[in-house]
């Protein structure tokens, strides 16, 4: 297709910085919006652009960090907040939290028939701001407080993981929650379950899923010793330890762990799986009788993990015994 001499380049230097395009002036908006006519752009927000081919290339986060980044420079006076700014911020979510394509900015005064079908406001008194790679965006503990307000738990609990594994104290949030009048009953299990140790999403949505069916909580990275190279040690994702002796241990198994790379061959793979075998010989030499493993179908279907947690015998928590209630 032929190139346009203003709409182009402003595609070309907006895709350079990761972000989208938007038109400022009348003749700008016609020009976009007739490419997006013939299908060659994509808008995900109201007067925001980016090429077709470009956008699929893009995960669901990267695209709101380029929507976010246009919109910031269109109105410069918004403050991000929620799950638009968790994208900023980098903080660890299910990318399915940004299916609506909903734009979430911070506010004094609630959403009114004006605004965008695509925006939403979340009111606050005092609107607090800082700049991340040049977006204003609320500061970390407001971000993930305000997800904790917006998403199941089972979505949240891999924010305040991140946060906490940037150094955040679950405590400030906790108090933060009080200086902004809102109802802990979500955000106080967020708080208290939050843990540094979890490595990332992924097992952190796995936790989820096991405290959401009210499992014993299992401790994070625990270490066992590696007879091949005592200077270095194994950890694994949760491991459960009984009073009379037995210990359980679960893997998170990641989406395509043992898929062939292209630049992996046969042997490469026999590798694999045979230190996966030795790492298994080893922590039942070391006491532990079982090991379980799940992937992301079972996360996603957590009766299938469920199963497997009872089959393996990890107990449920004792009503009043350390259980922190869980609004979905």
């Given at each position: 297709?032929?190139?346009?001499?203003?709409?182009?380049p402003?595609?070309?230097?907006?895709?350079?910085?990761?972000?989208?395009?938007?038109?400022?002036?009348?003749?700008?908006?016609?020009?976009?919006?007739?490419?997006?006519?013939?299908?060659?752009?994509?808008?995900?927000?109201?007067?925001?652009?980016?090429?077709?081919?470009?956008w699929?290339?893009?995960?669901p986060?990267?695209?709101?960090?380029?929507?976010?980044?246009?919109?910031g420079?269109?109105?410069?006076?918004?403050?991000?907040?929620?799950?638009?700014?968790?994208?900023?911020?980098?903080?660890?979510?299910?990318?399915?939290?940004?299916?609506?394509?909903?734009?979430?900015?911070?506010?004094?005064?609630?959403?009114?028939?004006?605004?965008?079908?695509?925006?939403?406001?979340?009111?606050?008194r005092?609107?607090?701001?800082?700049?991340?790679?040049?977006?204003?965006?609320?500061?970390?503990?407001?971000?993930?407080?305000?997800?904790?307000?917006?998403?199941?738990?089972?979505?949240?609990?891999?924010?305040?993981?991140?946060?906490?594994?940037?150094?955040?104290?679950?405590?400030?949030?906790?108090?933060?929650?009080?200086?902004?009048?809102?109802?802990?009953a979500?955000?106080?299990?967020?708080?208290?379950?939050?843990?540094?140790l979890?490595?990332?999403?992924?097992?952190?949505?796995?936790?989820?899923?096991?405290?959401?069916?009210?499992?014993?909580?299992?401790?994070?990275?625990?270490?066992?010793?590696?007879?091949?190279?005592p200077?270095?040690?194994y950890?694994?994702?949760?491991?459960?330890?009984?009073?009379?002796?037995?210990?359980?241990?679960?893997?998170?198994?990641?989406?395509?762990?043992?898929?062939?790379?292209?630049?992996?061959?046969?042997?490469?793979?026999?590798?694999?799986?045979?230190?996966?075998?030795?790492?298994?010989?080893?922590?039942?030499?070391?006491?532990?009788?079982?090991?379980?493993?799940?992937?992301?179908?079972?996360?996603?279907?957590?009766?299938?993990?469920?199963?497997?947690?009872?089959?393996?015998?990890?107990?449920?928590?004792?009503?009043?015994?350390?259980?922190?209630?869980?609004?979905?």
């Open positions: 297709m032929r190139r346009h001499d203003i709409i182009d402003m595609l070309d230097e907006a895709q350079e910085n990761a972000r989208c395009a938007y038109g400022t002036t009348p003749a700008q908006r016609r020009a976009f919006r007739r490419r997006l006519s013939e299908g060659t752009l994509v808008s995900p927000y109201l007067n925001v652009y980016a090429r077709t081919d470009y699929a290339t893009l995960n986060i990267e695209r709101v960090r380029h929507t976010v980044g246009a919109l420079r269109e109105h410069p006076g918004w403050v991000f907040a929620g799950p638009s700014a968790a994208c900023i911020h980098d903080l660890d979510h299910p990318y399915a939290v940004h299916d609506s394509g909903i734009v979430h900015i911070a506010s004094t005064h609630a959403s009114h028939a004006k605004d965008h079908g695509r925006l939403k406001r979340i009111r606050m005092v609107v607090p701001a800082v700049t991340v790679s040049g977006i204003r965006v609320t500061p970390v503990e407001h971000t993930i407080l305000d997800c904790g307000m917006l998403l199941p738990f089972n979505d949240a609990l891999p924010l305040f993981d991140s946060a906490a594994r940037a150094g955040v104290a679950m405590s400030d949030v906790a108090a933060l929650c009080g200086e902004r009048r809102l109802d802990g979500r955000i106080l299990p967020l708080c208290a379950y939050a843990d540094p979890s490595d990332n999403g992924g097992e952190s949505r796995a936790r989820a899923a096991i405290i959401a069916k009210g499992f014993v909580v299992p401790e994070l990275q625990h270490r066992f010793e590696n007879p091949a190279n200077a270095s040690f950890r694994t994702d949760f491991t459960w330890t009984f009073p009379d002796g037995r210990i359980v241990v679960a893997e998170y198994d990641g989406m395509g762990k043992y898929v062939m790379e292209s630049n992996m061959n046969r042997s490469s793979i026999q590798q694999k799986v045979h230190d996966e075998r030795a790492r298994e010989e080893h922590l039942r030499m070391q006491g532990v009788q079982s090991i379980i493993r799940f992937e992301y179908e079972d996360v996603m279907h957590p009766g299938r993990l469920e199963r497997k947690l009872l089959d393996a015998g990890i107990p449920k928590r004792r009503q009043g015994a350390g259980a922190i209630p869980l609004l979905p």
